[in-house]
């Protein structure tokens, strides 16, 4: 899989948007981006993914550059339960099993 | 509600135990996973199942056992062989095809301790 790069932490205003920027200069054409985010304690949590184009849900926004050599997720109004590790992971469809490499994330602090 | 149940939340081994952790989805998903988290790291994958009655190993499979008998549960056996067993584990399951691109959705672990 693809190697990603996160700031290792940011802060951000509460009811403020934030962007979370992922670096993953060496991705390949059949790799998604997908970004998850684990509160203290608890298991990852699912938040979006994408192959080229950009994606929203109810949760975020995903924007991938057009040379897909990042990206980044935004929260449009953040709040203080969104205070967690976010994590940015490149994953090859169809690799044996499917499986996720974590890195080290980027720890958001949603201050009031 | 649709979703993943690992029981027990905590759990304590002692020296020279097996324990087993259970996973149960009633997403009807195909494919199941077991990763283990230690602390401020990431995932490690230590087995993963795509169909019942079959399993592969992950990347760090030693001092494991898994089963997959049927297609909502992933029970993980933590054995003796395992010498540094205290972490918190994550089960996963996810669709899977061949052009599957569907996420991966996790319990809210177990976190086992040596005694």
């Known amino acids: 899989d693809a190697k990603t790069t996160q700031p290792t932490s940011m802060d951000c205003a509460e009811g403020r948007a934030a962007n979370l920027p992922c670096n993953h200069s060496?991705?390949?054409?059949?790799?998604?981006v997908y970004w998850y985010r684990q509160i203290h304690s608890q298991g990852p949590q699912y938040i979006i993914h994408?192959?080229?184009n950009n994606e929203t849900n109810e949760m975020a926004s995903l924007i991938i550059t057009e040379d897909r050599k990042s990206s980044t997720l935004i929260l449009p109004h953040a709040t203080l339960r969104d205070t967690a590790v976010y994590y940015c992971?490149?994953?090859?469809?169809?690799?044996?099993?499917?499986?996720?490499?974590f890195g080290g994330g980027t720890r958001v602090l949603v201050k009031p | 509600d649709g979703g993943i149940t690992q029981s027990p939340k905590y759990l304590f081994r002692k020296e020279g135990q097996n324990v087993t952790l259970s996973c149960e989805q009633n997403?009807?998903?195909?494919?199941m996973y077991w990763y283990r988290q230690d602390p401020g790291q990431g995932l490690r994958l230590i087995y993963y199942?795509?169909?019942?009655?079959?399993?592969q190993k992950g990347d760090i499979a030693e001092g494991y056992s898994v089963s997959r008998e049927k297609k909502e549960s992933f029970p993980l056996t933590v054995t003796s062989a395992q010498k540094n067993p205290t972490a918190f584990y994550l089960c996963?399951?996810?669709?899977?095809?061949?052009?599957?691109?569907?996420?991966?959705?996790f319990g809210d672990g177990t976190r086992l301790s040596i005694l």
């Open positions: 996963a399951s996810s669709d899977f095809g061949a052009n599957s691109n569907q996420p991966q959705h």
């Open positions: 060496t991705i390949s054409g059949n790799e998604y």
């Open positions: 199942s795509q169909i019942v009655n079959d399993f």
């Open positions: 997403l009807n998903h195909d494919a």
């Open positions: 992971i490149v994953r090859v469809l169809g690799a044996a099993g499917n499986k996720l490499t």
């Open positions: 994408g192959l080229k």
